[in-house]
């Protein structure tokens, strides 16, 4: 069964760094783009970004480009997604998702249950 | 940037009838478009791509059509957990991939 586990809840103060992951089992984590989606309190879906495991090919939304990154570590099968300088803004729920091949890599299929990031003072 | 527009923005409909949500791109995106089903505290589901297949496990009360920049999404019969938010997304040629802001269904 493909399935993607996410890291648990986060709970930051503005400023502050944060790194959450995503791991991918029962596929071929190298072979799959990996995407991040954020959805704040009671809003839509926005696609943030995605990473091509293996060779790290990322691609980035114009909305969230220099304000997050996103890797991986093939090694252990995990995707992350990273601040540097956390803002209350920041408060969402993100979701990773697998992508499909060729063209449909932004295609999303099947998607983790999400890490809560809750930034406050 | 390929923007996606739903509507209406909330449908309400009650349970065995019939609902249509529509999706709408600013740009063709042929039949690069997906669906997915969103209930409250779970993560999106994908229910169709390529404008009318549906996913693996999803019931045939759900179909969809369109191609271009014109789609639709048609849930017959509606058992009550299909009540749920539902977002298009384009995946066609590189990104950014936008999603539309999503429909909620709910019970009449």
């Known amino acids: 069964e493909v399935q993607l586990v996410q890291s648990g809840a986060e709970v930051k103060k503005p400023g502050e760094s944060l790194k959450i992951s995503c791991m991918g089992s029962g596929y071929s984590f190298t072979n799959y783009w990996i995407a991040w989606v954020r959805q704040m309190p009671g809003k839509g879906l926005e696609w943030m970004g995605m990473?091509?495991?293996?060779?790290?090919?990322?691609r980035y939304s114009p909305s969230f480009q220099g304000q997050v990154t996103i890797s991986a570590d093939k090694s252990i099968s995990t995707a992350y997604l990273q601040w540097s300088s956390l803002k209350a803004s920041d408060t969402a729920m993100y979701y990773c998702?697998?992508?499909?091949?060729?063209?449909?890599?932004?295609?999303?299929?099947?998607w983790g249950p999400g890490t809560l990031v809750t930034v406050s003072s | 940037e390929i923007v996606m527009t739903q509507s209406p923005a909330t449908v309400s409909v009650s349970p065995g009838e019939r609902a249509t949500l529509s999706c709408r791109a600013s740009q063709s995106v042929s039949s690069n478009l997906a669906w997915y089903q969103q209930k409250p505290g779970q993560a999106p589901r994908l229910l169709i791509y390529g404008a009318s297949t549906r996913a693996t496990g999803i019931p045939a009360r759900f179909s969809a059509s369109g191609s271009g920049t014109e789609f639709t999404l048609t849930i017959s019969s509606l058992q009550s957990e299909d009540f749920a938010v539902y977002y298009c997304q384009h995946y066609g040629n590189w990104p950014p991939y936008s999603f539309g802001q999503g429909t909620k269904l709910q019970i009449k």
């Open positions: 998702a697998r992508g499909g091949i060729g063209d449909r890599r932004g295609l999303f299929d099947p």
């Open positions: 990473l091509y495991p293996d060779d790290s090919d990322t």
